[in-house]
């Protein structure tokens, strides 16, 4: 059976989980090649049409990595993130999407290890779920109107 390494967007926060992924690179710690990061000021700032339109764009899963409870430095973006991420897994599995292809996590600046492990195993997970049938067909297909 062919190895297809999934594609996955990782909006990782400034604050945190970019620095923690940094570390995980100072470290030498590896995880797979098709963790995408995507640097954010605040988890804060991910509309859910980011994440709606990385899936569309040919992410299999999308992963937001916050700063832990308490430590935002905009007071509570990562947790109205935790509430948005929240309701859209609802919608996606509305929509008939596995909602296990989209996940937030909160971290500190310091958890490269962790960073490795987490990111390792949601690719794992989404291997397993294989491509995510929100790609579009070809890059040629016209965006629709309202995610413009
Ligand atoms: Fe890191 Fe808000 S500053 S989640």
Redesign the pocket.
């Known amino acids: 059976m062919k190895h297809v390494e999934p594609t996955i967007v990782a909006y990782c ?4 989980a970019y620095t923690a992924a940094d570390m995980a690179g100072s470290m030498r710690l590896s995880y797979p090649s098709g963790i995408n990061i995507v640097r954010i ?4 700032k991910v509309d859910p049409i980011y994440v709606m339109r990385a899936l569309q764009d040919g992410a299999d899963g999308v992963l937001v990595a ?2 832990l409870e308490g ?4 007071k509570n ?2 947790i109205k ?1 935790m509430k948005r991420i929240a309701y859209l897994k609802k919608m996606l599995g509305e929509i008939g999407i596995d909602p296990s292809r989209v996940d937030m996590v909160l971290m500190s600046a310091g958890m490269g290890t962790q960073f490795a492990r987490i990111v390792t195993e949601f690719a794992d997970k989404i291997r397993e779920l294989g491509p995510c049938s929100l790609k579009r067909a070809a890059a040629s297909e016209p965006v629709p109107s309202a995610c413009a």
């Open positions: 926060c400034h604050y945190c000021p605040c988890t804060g916050g700063c430590d935002c430095h905009f973006g990562n993130a």
